[in-house]
């Protein structure tokens, strides 16, 4: 199972970044968010390690699916 970053580390970068004030569990939040993209960066990758019948998911499969993940996530 993955480790989660430890939320007392991750609060205090949030605090030095952001010059808001910021919620109880906004860190929480991010991680999820964080989890959740690395999930779909996964599915996407080994859908597209299918379309090529490769068997692994190689590091070119990661970046072309990177680059669109991350422009629909730019928002």
Same mark, same amino acid.
């Given at each position: 199972?993955?480790?989660?970053?430890? *939320? %007392?580390?991750?609060?205090?970068?949030?605090?030095?970044?952001?010059? +808001?004030?910021?919620?109880?569990? #906004?860190?929480?939040?991010?991680?999820?968010?964080?989890?959740?993209? +690395?999930?779909?960066?996964?599915?996407?990758?080994?859908?597209?390690?299918?379309?090529? %019948?490769?068997?692994?998911? %190689?590091?070119?499969?990661?970046?072309?699916?990177?680059? %669109?993940?991350?422009?629909? #996530? *730019?928002?």
């Amino acid at each position: 199972m993955l480790t989660k970053a430890p *939320r %007392k580390n991750l609060k205090s970068l949030m605090k030095k970044k952001a010059h +808001l004030k910021i919620g109880t569990n #906004a860190d929480l939040m991010v991680q999820l968010s964080v989890m959740m993209f +690395l999930h779909r960066l996964a599915e996407e990758s080994r859908a597209k390690a299918f379309e090529e %019948k490769s068997a692994t998911i %190689k590091p070119q499969h990661i970046k072309d699916v990177s680059k %669109k993940l991350l422009k629909g #996530a *730019r928002g």
